[in-house]
């Protein structure tokens, strides 16, 4: 066992010497591992990040929301439909929701208008998502006029601006009073937008909705636990989708590792020969250039991995955020909260590791079984 | 100790150009002696030195060493024979440029798994002894001719074979450098152990250090 | 589900391992056909060459299939959000009849990696190699297996279908589901414990005793194979109800998950090591007569039973713990 790691070691070192040897000729390849590993581990990271932020914001909503339904369309919910419902055995609470889209042509972008249940944004003033003030450059205390579907425009003093925290959703919210919300859309009186109701027990909320279902056919319940696994699945089909595009450039990668474990120049081949005729065995040359490989990899996969932490969670991924966030014109800028995954890490060492070791494989068996008897002819 | 029998070795197989470098050699040579081969270029001295240093099959033939029959080995075993057994002196010398002197040394005992401190200190006084203390850590191209020989000798010396297998090993050397090389020959000669090599030089071949010396032509041993 | 990151991982992983081995399949017929160990001709030179590249590539195979199996588990229940009625992998790989099946699949082939391996580094000891054609001849057989592993993995990754309400551990360990999986999690806690500690004393006693006599050593494959099914058994009936403190959740897979401090894979590890050995002596029987292993045969056989004696002494110890630091009372005292 002693001579076992003895004798690794001494493969280690050797390898570390001629890697140190040939510098110049492994940087090049480290450089293509680590970018690719960096690009890898970026979408991973950040997805992830996504996925994490999205759990936690859908953490506050509503067990169940219920939509009313007209020839297959989401309508208004009309007056009574609170009523009807009346009481159902686990919700605990009921209320109708007031909310809708307005387009700004000012900057080109969608906002959330919305009238909070509780007065807490008097007459006249709005509270604004982080970035609708930074888009319309709003501060406390500032004027802002809309102009209404309807043509009338609208003014509203600025009464406060969201916190940053969980951005995601409120980026783009503008909270007003019911007063104004009703007058800003020509909402009509006693409608509501939807119904939320929340649930305490998670396994009554299949019931509840069935009760729900029953009692309002023409609505459509939707339930939180519904939609975190849409996003789930979403999230993880945009960051497999972009591996899957990304896979040409794995393949492209394989090849040059390849190439690169198979164009052995003269000297390194004369080295082999020699090492072969002093009493090196092909199985230790194997190990030798395995330990090389697996040394290469560790290296650019700390590399790549760390950059991407880095560019992700210090610098919200600037170079990936548009094709992975993509679901609003306005995007909010908020703070990912730094998070490793196991399974993350795992699956990017099958698509970066796994390729590169599988692509040198056959290489490094062909330079290993060398002629022993090639060292004594020149 | 180490006994040839109608040794055939053949390269390029079944292909048009097909080549019988050895053409049935029986030979015995004898332990603790200098042992040379000679004869013209392309004769298969080489080829005979790899057979018998285990560096290659014989495509027929047998092969015995101490009374073992190790021709039909495969190469995972003669590979072990060869690093404990023979001890090889290149005609290039054959060191690994970018490593220094030192390193180069310790090669061929990294797959035995020897402790590092153990195998250092041997490799050291191997080098002491070749008078090579202050150039260990150098890097072997910087070294000279001579240098760079010993560095060699040291190198097959590190397992402490019992066989030392030279080609040529004169034949970069001055007429100085080569008396010297047959002087540590010598030493290790004395040592007990046994010396095979091939050479053009008659410095080497007539040397009073070299017991027997082997004549070959065309793959065939021819009688001295 | 295709587009599921992990699942493209174990796809590319499995699909690459069962090309590179279908690449290397017409070599090893070669090398069953011509092999001559006896000849110095360059064809028999080449061919000892390539056994180099079949063992580094059947090494490469199951290291790969090892991480492949965590990885899939691990990715089953992470996948169980996506599912109604999942909680944790059993969920996932109920979502169709493939789930199981796959997983089991992918355990299958690399105990028979690992044996094969065993096989071919008693083989690479004896300098006539006796063992070529017969170890060459296993390693076709152990294509197919590893494609059918694949083909398992791809038809259960491509019935994935979000709609599908499946049932996890809950039911299918449940006392009053049916099934050999419920059956066993009904066992009560007292004669699993039996089971369990009996089993593996038997199994530690024979390998223990091989890698001192050299005897037994079939019993000790034998033993070790059912160890492993006893500790499954123990890990379903009694160890996963100390470790979630709760006297009716069986599952052998929410013990890997974070909430319970992945100690799952204290378990697991140590299980399949010792299974892996214990199963690798029982490969190395069938040859213990055959002349030029005499000498290596039992060296390395006993020094694999050995292995699979402290792997399972290290199951027996883990299981205690997690026993003893529990809060939950199963047996009265
Ligand atoms: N790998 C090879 N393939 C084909 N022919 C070879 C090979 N190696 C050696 N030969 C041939 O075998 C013959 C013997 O070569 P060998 O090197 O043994 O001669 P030598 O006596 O050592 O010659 P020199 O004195 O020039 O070193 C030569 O004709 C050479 O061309
Ligand atoms: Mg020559």
């Known amino acids: 066992m002693n001579a076992w790691i003895e004798k690794q070691r001494h493969l280690i070192d050797f390898t570390l010497a001629s890697l140190a040897r040939r510098r110049t000729k492994n940087l090049g390849l480290l450089l293509v591992y680590a970018l690719l590993v960096f690009v890898l581990a970026s979408v991973a990271l950040y997805t992830h990040a996504l996925r994490q932020e999205a759990a936690r914001v859908l953490e506050r909503s509503p067990e169940v929301i219920l939509q009313r339904m007209v020839a297959g369309r989401h309508d208004l919910i009309p007056p009574g439909y609170l009523e009807r419902i009346g009481r159902i055995r686990g919700v605990q609470q009921i209320e109708g929701r007031l909310w809708g889209y307005y387009y700004d042509p000012v900057v080109k972008a969608n906002y959330t208008f919305m009238a909070p249940a509780a007065e807490q944004v008097k007459a006249g003033t709005l509270v604004v998502g982080p970035a609708v003030a930074r888009s319309r450059g709003l501060a406390p205390g500032n004027t802002i006029s809309f102009r209404a579907y309807s043509g009338k425009l609208f003014a509203f003093t600025v009464a406060g601006v969201l916190p940053h925290a969980s951005e995601l959703v409120s980026a783009d919210l503008v909270l007003m009073s019911e007063a104004d919300f009703r007058a800003f859309f020509e909402y009509p009186a006693g409608h509501h937008t939807d119904i939320a109701l929340s649930v305490a027990n998670p396994l009554e909320v299949r019931t509840v909705a069935a009760k729900l279902a029953a009692a309002l056919p023409d609505s459509r319940p939707i339930l939180r636990e519904e939609v975190l696994r849409t996003y789930a699945s979403i999230f993880d089909w945009r960051e497999g989708l972009m591996l899957a595009l990304l896979s040409a450039a794995i393949f492209a990668f394989a090849i040059l590792a390849w190439e690169k474990a198979s164009g052995l120049s003269a000297e390194e081949k004369r080295e082999i020969g020699i090492l072969k005729a002093i009493g090196w065995e092909t199985g230790d040359v194997i190990k030798m250039k395995l330990w090389e490989g697996g040394l290469i990899s560790l290296t650019a996969f700390l590399l790549g991995f760390v950059a991407a932490y880095v560019q992700v969670f210090r610098f919200g991924a600037p170079l990936f955020e548009p094709v992975l966030k993509g679901w609003a014109v306005l995007y909010p800028r908020f703070e990912l909260v730094p998070a490793i995954d196991g399974l993350q890490v795992a699956t990017l060492f099958f698509f970066t590791v796994f390729p590169y070791m599988a692509a040198v494989l056959v290489p490094i068996w062909r330079a290993a079984i060398t002629d022993p008897d090639s060292a004594m002819r020149s | 100790m180490i006994e040839l029998k109608s040794i055939r070795k053949a390269f390029n197989q079944g292909r048009p150009n097909e080549f019988w470098a050895l053409n049935g050699i029986d030979l015995t040579i004898e332990a603790k002696k200098v042992t040379a081969f000679r004869g013209p270029s392309g004769s298969g001295k080489t080829t005979l030195l790899t057979i018998v240093g285990c560096l290659a099959r014989p495509t027929s033939g047998r092969v015995r060493l101490a009374e073992d029959d190790i021709s039909g080995l495969p190469e995972r075993f003669l590979t072990d024979i060869r690093r404990s057994t023979f001890g090889f002196v290149f005609q290039q010398f054959n060191l690994i440029k970018g490593l220094s002197a030192l390193d180069n040394v310790m090669l061929p005992a990294f797959p035995t798994g020897r402790p590092h401190r153990e195998l250092r200190e041997r490799s050291e006084s191997l080098l002491d002894r070749l008078k090579l203390a202050h150039r260990r850590e150098a890097r072997v191209e910087w070294l000279s001719g001579g240098e760079q020989q010993r560095v060699a000798i040291a190198r097959a010396l590190v397992n402490d074979p019992k066989v030392l297998i030279a080609d040529e090993p004169t034949a970069n050397l001055d007429t100085a450098l080569s008396r010297e090389f047959m002087g540590i020959l010598e030493n290790l000669n004395a040592e007990g152990r046994t010396v095979i090599l091939t050479s053009h030089d008659p410095l080497v071949v007539e040397s009073a250090a070299v017991h027997r010396v082997v004549s070959m032509r065309d793959g065939r041993l021819t009688e001295d | ?333």
Request: glycine letters at 6%; proline letters at 4%; charged letters at 10%.
């Open chain 3, 1 to 333: 589900m295709l587009f599921q990151p992990a699942i493209i991982a174990l796809l590319l992983a499995s699909g690459v391992a069962v090309a590179m081995l279908a690449a290397a399949a017409p070599f090893a017929v070669q090398v069953i056909r011509q092999w001559d160990i006896a000849s110095g001709s360059e064809r028999q030179l080449q061919l000892e060459r390539r056994t180099y590249l079949f063992s580094t590539l059947a090494a490469f195979v199951m290291t790969v299939q090892l991480i492949a199996l965590l990885l899939f588990v691990f990715n089953a229940d992470r996948m169980s959000v996506m599912f109604v009625g999942a909680m944790c992998a059993v969920g996932t790989l109920n979502v169709n009849a493939w789930g199981f099946p796959a997983l089991i699949a992918q355990m299958a082939v690399f105990f028979l990696a690992a044996t094969w391996l065993a096989v071919n580094h008693v083989d690479t000891r004896a300098p006539d190699y006796p063992l070529v054609r017969i170890k060459y001849a296993l390693l076709l057989l152990l294509l197919p297996a590893l494609a059918f592993a694949f083909g398992l993995q791809l038809k259960y990754f491509l019935g994935l279908k979000a709609d599908v309400i499946t049932s996890c551990c809950g039911s299918l360990f449940s006392g009053d589901a049916k099934g050999l999986a419920a059956e066993v999690a009904a066992l009560k806690p007292a004669p699993a414990m039996l089971l369990f500690y009996g089993a593996i004393a038997v199994s530690a006693g024979l390998t223990f005793a091989h890698a001192r006599t050299r005897r037994y050593g079939y019993a000790a494959a034998a033993a070790s194979a059912g160890a492993f099914a006893a500790t499954l058994v123990g890990v379903l009936s009694f160890v996963s109800l100390y470790i979630y403190e709760h006297p009716n959740h069986h599952c052998p897979f929410c013990i890997l998950k974070p909430e319970y401090g992945h100690q799952g894979y204290w378990l697991y590890v140590p299980l399949f090591a010792a299974t892996a050995a214990g199963l690798g002596v029982g490969a190395l029987q069938p040859f213990r007569r055959v002349a030029s292993l005499r000498e290596v045969l039992p060296t390395v056989s006993r020094r694999l039973a050995s292995i699979a004696a402290i792997g399972y002494l290290l199951v027996a110890m883990i299981a205690t713990y997690f026993v003893l630091q529990s809060n939950l009372i199963l047996i009265g005292h």
